[in-house]
T-cell receptor, first 114, second 115 residues
Framework: KQEVTQIPAALSVPEGENLVLNCSFT??????LQWFRQDPGKGLTSLLL?????REQTSGRLNASLDKSSGRSTLYIAASQPGDSATYLC?????????????FGKGTLLTVNP | GAVVSQHPSRVICKSGTSVKIECRSL??????MFWYRQFPKQSLMLMAT?????????EQGVEKDKFLINHASLTLSTLTVTSAHPEDSSFYIC???????????FGSGTRLTVV
């Protein structure tokens, strides 16, 4: 059974700092890995999706990497801003079967202080 | 881009009544839709997976007679919480996956409060 772990559970940084969020998964037979952002009381917004054959994806100040063999992904946020404060969730989709059900980590609560 | 609309965003109902939540894919056909429940400060818990035109597949521990899921078309899935009780109060989120697509698009969620 796939298990996804996110470290740290919470992170508080001053504005402008670069930061890294970590995600690890136990089964490397994944179809893709996706990073989401969730604001309080809201749904999920997709940030980056990395296919299993890819190593990284970039969007603006965000960069996500994937090392499938070691079961790890990182989300790098450059020059953090207070508006980046949210919960960041990592989710993996299985390689086959099960309707491609996502397995989520518990998230990292990020607070960027002005 | 792919957009999923979920309604209502908030609903308050009395114990014993039923509540229906709609999830619509606005600009694509959703082969598969997923329904999640989220408790405060917790991650998403998958409740069920629905494919258009077939019965939903429920996760272990989820009462299918209580949480009725209908996926009658490629753009609409509904979750009905029947005979709601205060313990059903939660945040419910749907997501949709397009066939042959890589990603998943999520609705904005529904905050259900049962009084």
């Amino acid at each position: 059974k796939q298990e996804v772990t996110q470290i740290p559970a919470a992170l508080s940084v001053p504005e402008g700092e670069n930061l890294v969020l970590n995600c690890s998964f136990t089964d490397s037979a994944i179809y893709n890995l996706q990073w989401f952002r969730q604001d309080p009381g809201k749904g999920l917004t997709s940030l980056l999706l990395i296919q299993s054959s890819q190593r990284e994806q970039t969007s603006g100040r965000l960069n996500a990497s994937l090392d499938k063999s070691s079961g790890r992904s990182t989300l790098y946020i450059a020059a953090s801003q207070p508006g980046d404060s949210a919960t960041y969730l990592c989710a993996v989709a299985p390689l086959s079967g099960s309707n491609y059900k996502l397995t989520f980590g518990k998230g990292t609560l990020l607070t960027v202080n002005p | 881009g792919a957009v999923v609309s979920q309604h209502p965003s908030r609903v308050i109902c009395k114990s014993g009544t039923s509540v229906k939540i709609e999830c619509r894919s606005l600009d694509f056909q959703a082969t598969t839709m997923f329904w999640y429940r989220q408790f405060p400060k917790q991650s998403l818990m998958l409740m069920a997976t629905s494919n258009e035109g077939s019965k939903a597949t429920y996760e272990q521990g989820v009462e299918k007679d209580k949480f009725l899921i209908n996926h009658a078309s490629l753009t609409l899935s509904t979750l009905t919480v029947t005979s709601a009780h205060p313990e059903d109060s939660s945040f419910y989120i749907c997501s949709a996956r397009r066939e042959f697509s890589y990603g998943y698009t999520f609705g904005s969620g529904t905050r259900l409060t049962v009084v």
